[in-house]
């Protein structure tokens, strides 16, 4: 019987499970801190970003720096059996 650390077919090792909690987890501590509303205030003081508001611009990037986070977080994962 293979070791946690060594991989196993297609079986999800206690360690990819482990790499994958602590992963998802900086992802929602990152999304708590973009979308906290005093960080927010402060891009909706005003100003332009190719005509559109200041607060919007922010709000995208945000959501998409979450987006990415999660999806780079899963592959990783899921590449190689979990193998950084």
Do not use: C, E, N
């Amino acid at each position: 019987m293979p070791t946690p650390s060594q991989k196993s077919g297609d079986d999800f090792t206690v360690v990819q499970y482990s790499r994958l909690t602590r992963r998802l987890a900086a992802v929602f501590v990152l999304a708590l801190v973009l979308f906290h509303p005093p960080l927010m205030t402060i891009f909706g003081q005003g100003g332009q970003i190719g005509g559109y508001p200041l607060l919007f611009a922010y709000l995208f990037a945000s959501w998409a720096a979450v987006v990415v986070g999660l999806f780079l977080a899963v592959r990783a994962v899921g590449r190689d059996g979990g193998v950084d």
